[in-house]
């Protein structure tokens, strides 16, 4: 079936780093994909999406590029604030039993540090 | 708009004991579903309704229930409580099926089983 791998955490930074989060996909088809944070205390809100091949979402400084080639959707950040600690997930689209579900992968807890 | 809620946001239950998790959502979204949240897993889809009077299972449906009676609503019934449902539960709605469309997520409900 479809699946997302993240890479592993957690991650700490300091503040104005580079960010690069890892995620690949195994998928049929051509899904969405999608990045959602969640902050601490709260549920997930989505990020950024790109539903095509070479799209690129972006968002709040976020930037990913669905690229088929490799099966990846990497998140970056040129330089991070103490204000992007969160968990970060990967998901793509999916369908089961003709609707649409999400697929996540594991989730990667970012820590800045100022 | 309040967006998705959720009652209650925490709660403890013995083994055996039933509950209902409450979700609400004004934003007249056909698509609901119920995600369950376990540390290392990402979000596994328990249950979706693709409108009023029309659910389904997601992955892992066991010792879940559901029902939708009107647009807006979209309870999860714990029947009897056993410790493997200890999770954070997240509901969540969307506008339509396609894959491309982003969900909304309510804040969560911690859920212990003792």
């Known amino acids: 079936g479809n699946s997302v791998t993240q890479m592993e955490g957690p991650v700490t930074l300091s503040e104005e780093a580079f960010l690069t989060i890892n995620c690949t996909y195994t998928?049929?088809?051509?899904?969405?994909l999608f990045w959602y944070v969640q902050y601490p205390g709260e549920g997930l809100q989505l990020l950024l999406k790109a539903t095509k091949a070479d799209d690129k979402g972006s968002n709040k400084g976020f930037e990913a590029t669905y690229r088929k080639e490799t099966t990846s959707f990497h998140l970056e950040k040129g330089s991070v604030q103490v204000s992007d600690s969160a968990v970060y997930f990967c998901a793509l689209s999916d369908q089961v039993q003709g609707a649409q579900k999400l697929v996540f992968g594991q989730g990667t807890r970012l820590t800045i540090n100022p | 708009n309040a967006g998705v809620t959720q009652t209650p946001k925490f709660q403890v239950l013995k083994t055996g004991q039933s509950m209902t998790l409450q979700c609400a959502q004004d934003?007249?979204?056909?698509?609901m579903s119920w995600y369950r949240q376990d540390p290392g897993m990402g979000l596994r889809l328990i249950h979706y309704s693709v409108g009023a009077g029309i659910t389904d299972q997601g992955e892992v449906p066991n010792g879940y229930n559901v029902s939708r009676s009107t647009t807006e609503d979209f309870p999860l019934r714990l029947l009897s409580a056993a410790p493997s449902q200890t999770s954070v539960y997240f509901c969540?709605?969307?506008?339509?099926?396609?894959?491309?469309?982003?969900?909304?997520f309510g804040p969560g409900t911690r859920l212990t089983v003792l």
């Open positions: 934003m007249n979204h056909e698509y």
């Open positions: 969540a709605s969307s506008y339509r099926l396609a894959g491309t469309d982003t969900q909304y």
């Open positions: 998928a049929t088809g051509y899904p969405s």
